[in-house]
């Protein structure tokens, strides 16, 4: 099924839909452990989740086999990340057609960043220089078969923040008119870079409506769960971070249960309030860990841990293997 249906129904029931995102683990441990995670977090029954695509396309092999796992083994609607850097237009159609193969129904379209060492994005031969070509494609050539969804940035793409105040007020409404032609030419549903301002996040959503866009706009939640981490990923998306939040971290910063703790209850805060604005879909970056993410979910009373009474499903051992 798509990610649009799955998230239509979930909201006609009167529900929040939340997801969750994982990536390709670097050892065949990690890859077990995935799995076994996996198995724990879908008995509470998020309406889909997603498998990165490594940067540069590093884990093409990889994170075709995982989403073939993910649907067709622990059963959980699969959107797969397909970016468009190192793709000539053939070896994108060879993963499109495995996923189609595989019974996926759902692409995150991306373009993709530079790949390692290089600083801009430049096109390969035969290939696609953003991610509208590639929804433009997808549609050309599979018809109505994928449900698209395309990432939208609150802040603006960090290839134009230029300055520490953020993007100019023109990149900034640049970038929503093409996230507007990447829905007008098929995508389906929006997937925002992660936040922690969360007043960005709902002016975002506002001015998207005005300029017609009407899909629906979920919102990319990083719960903080390492201090390391949290600046390495702000830093690299230029993501704005409350002084109240750099206040709160400063004391804590070496202890890394008080971190986990305290972005578990920052999540809870920042997802009450997108709900209470009646946003009501979630996408969890759970960096493969689970203990964050469904403490959120917790706190927000959207999982009950004492109502799970199915026993985890047995499986077969995955036998991915990395090359
Ligand atoms: P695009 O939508 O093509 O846009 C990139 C920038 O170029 C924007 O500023 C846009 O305004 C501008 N632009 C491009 N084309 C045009 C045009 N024709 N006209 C006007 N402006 C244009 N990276 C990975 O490697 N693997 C992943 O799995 C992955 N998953 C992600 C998931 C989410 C939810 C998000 C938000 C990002 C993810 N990324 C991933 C990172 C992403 O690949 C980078 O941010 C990349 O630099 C841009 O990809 P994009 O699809 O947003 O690009």
Same mark, same amino acid.
């Given at each position: 099924m798509k990610v649009i249906d799955k998230i239509n129904n979930g909201l006609a029931n009167n529900g929040v839909v939340f997801s969750f995102e994982f990536f390709p683990p670097r050892t065949e441990e990690g890859i077990d452990n995935l799995f076994d995670r996996m198995d724990r977090m879908v008995v509470h029954q998020p309406a889909f989740c997603d498998i990165t695509w490594g940067a540069g396309g590093s884990t093409s092999a990889l994170t075709l086999d995982i989403a073939n796992k993910m649907q067709n083994m622990i059963c959980v609607e699969t959107m797969m990340h397909l970016t468009c850097t190192n793709m000539p237009v053939e070896k994108l159609e060879d993963a499109l057609n495995t996923v189609k193969a595989n019974g996926i129904q759902n692409i995150l379209a991306l373009r993709g960043d530079p790949p390692h060492g290089q600083d801009t994005f430049v096109t390969i031969e035969g290939g696609f220089s953003c991610a509208l070509d590639l929804v433009k494609h997808i549609k050309a050539k599979y018809g109505d078969y994928f449900g698209i969804t395309v990432a939208g940035y609150p802040e603006a793409h960090p290839e134009v923040i230029t300055s520490e105040a953020g993007a100019t007020e023109e990149a900034y409404r640049k970038d929503l008119a093409y996230l507007k032609e990447k829905v007008d030419a098929g995508a389906e549903v929006i997937v925002?870079?992660?936040?922690? @301002?969360?007043?960005?996040?709902?002016?975002?959503?506002?001015?998207?409506?005005?300029?017609? !866009?009407?899909?629906?706009?979920?919102?990319?939640?990083?719960?903080?769960?390492?201090?390391?981490?949290?600046?390495?990923?702000?830093?690299?998306?230029?993501?704005?971070?409350?002084?109240?939040?750099?206040?709160?971290?400063?004391?804590?910063? @070496?202890?890394?249960?008080?971190?986990?703790?305290?972005? !578990?209850?920052?999540?809870?805060?920042?997802?009450?309030?997108?709900?209470?604005?009646?946003?009501?879909?979630?996408?969890?970056?759970?960096?493969?860990?689970?203990?964050?993410?469904?403490?959120?979910?917790?706190?927000?009373?959207?999982?009950?841990?004492?109502? !799970?009474?199915?026993?985890?499903?047995?499986?077969?051992?995955?036998?991915?293997?990395?090359?």
């Amino acid at each position: 099924m798509k990610v649009i249906d799955k998230i239509n129904n979930g909201l006609a029931n009167n529900g929040v839909v939340f997801s969750f995102e994982f990536f390709p683990p670097r050892t065949e441990e990690g890859i077990d452990n995935l799995f076994d995670r996996m198995d724990r977090m879908v008995v509470h029954q998020p309406a889909f989740c997603d498998i990165t695509w490594g940067a540069g396309g590093s884990t093409s092999a990889l994170t075709l086999d995982i989403a073939n796992k993910m649907q067709n083994m622990i059963c959980v609607e699969t959107m797969m990340h397909l970016t468009c850097t190192n793709m000539p237009v053939e070896k994108l159609e060879d993963a499109l057609n495995t996923v189609k193969a595989n019974g996926i129904q759902n692409i995150l379209a991306l373009r993709g960043d530079p790949p390692h060492g290089q600083d801009t994005f430049v096109t390969i031969e035969g290939g696609f220089s953003c991610a509208l070509d590639l929804v433009k494609h997808i549609k050309a050539k599979y018809g109505d078969y994928f449900g698209i969804t395309v990432a939208g940035y609150p802040e603006a793409h960090p290839e134009v923040i230029t300055s520490e105040a953020g993007a100019t007020e023109e990149a900034y409404r640049k970038d929503l008119a093409y996230l507007k032609e990447k829905v007008d030419a098929g995508a389906e549903v929006i997937v925002t870079q992660l936040f922690y @301002d969360t007043d960005i996040f709902l002016k975002f959503v506002s001015n998207c409506r005005e300029i017609g !866009i009407k899909c629906p706009i979920v919102p990319g939640i990083m719960p903080i769960q390492n201090y390391k981490g949290f600046l390495r990923m702000t830093s690299l998306c230029k993501t704005k971070v409350p002084e109240e939040i750099k206040a709160a971290l400063e004391p804590i910063k @070496d202890n890394e249960e008080a971190v986990r703790a305290y972005g !578990i209850h920052l999540g809870t805060e920042m997802c009450k309030k997108i709900l209470a604005h009646d946003i009501r879909t979630l996408h969890l970056y759970s960096l493969n860990l689970e203990k964050s993410v469904l403490g959120i979910l917790q706190n927000l009373g959207l999982i009950d841990f004492s109502k !799970i009474s199915r026993p985890l499903p047995w499986r077969p051992p995955t036998n991915i293997r990395r090359n």
